[in-house]
């Protein structure tokens, strides 16, 4: 059992590009969270997704990000023309159903933008 | 509302018990967790506590919930070096829609 994968591990964009970051949930898991962490915080809620529905986006940013979670493939949350302020570690977690037995996280992406 | 408050710091010696404290807001709240981060890595679950619960024992840890006073503690026991690490407290927000509502983390520090 791979655990959460997320994909890549360090990322790098000059301010303007895009990123993608990928997540594929652990096997049986068909519910998909992101969360964002900054430098000396904790984490916040980004979005839950399930497959090719998205049940609460309520902390992702109005503008610029988005996520998907289709039915074949990784969730893939996409955040278009970065700017330094998106510097953070991005993590996934998945989970069974309501999540009642814990998440499971990735181990996150770190994003640099330069 | 939520909010979910932790200690930023705790050191304590190798051998001694540690306990980490957190409050939390939301009383509707079905499970409250606790996740370890190391550096540069995910979080780890370490435990959980379903609600109707006020304690839960699992080896070194002990987690003590208070609904009353919406407080939840993780106590380590025998705490080692290998237990140095960012502690986080975590509410099921009442909402059910998956989303946790974590702490701002407590940096655990253990001295030889």
């Known amino acids: 059992n791979a655990g959460v994968m997320q994909n890549p591990r360090h990322l790098v964009r000059r301010r303007g590009q895009e990123a993608r970051l990928r997540c594929s949930p652990m096997k049986g898991h068909s519910h998909v969270y992101w969360y964002r962490q900054l430098p000396e915080e904790g984490l916040k809620f980004m979005v839950y997704l399930q497959k090719e529905n998205i049940i609460d986006e309520s902390g992702m940013p109005k503008e610029r990000f988005s996520a998907e979670f289709p039915k074949e493939g990784p969730s893939i949350l996409r955040i278009q023309q970065v700017v330094r302020g998106d510097s953070a570690a991005y993590f996934c977690?998945?989970?069974?159903?309501?999540?009642?037995?814990?998440?499971?996280f990735g181990s996150g992406t770190r994003l640099t933008v330069v | 509302g939520e909010d979910v408050e932790q200690s930023l710091f705790l050191s304590v010696r190798e051998g001694d018990s540690s306990v980490i404290n957190c409050t939390y807001t939301d009383s509707s709240s079905t499970y409250l967790y606790w996740y370890k981060q190391e550096p540069g890595a995910g979080l780890q679950l370490l435990t959980y506590i379903f609600s109707n619960m006020d304690m839960k024992q699992d080896q070194r840890l002990t987690v003590l919930l208070n609904k009353k006073d919406k407080h939840l503690s993780l106590r380590i026991a025998d705490t080692q070096t290998g237990d140095s690490a960012i502690y986080f407290c975590a509410e099921n927000f009442s909402g059910n829609t998956g989303k946790l509502i974590f702490g701002q983390g407590t940096t655990l520090q253990v001295k030889p």
């Open positions: 977690a998945s989970s069974r159903s309501d999540g009642a037995y814990g998440y499971t």
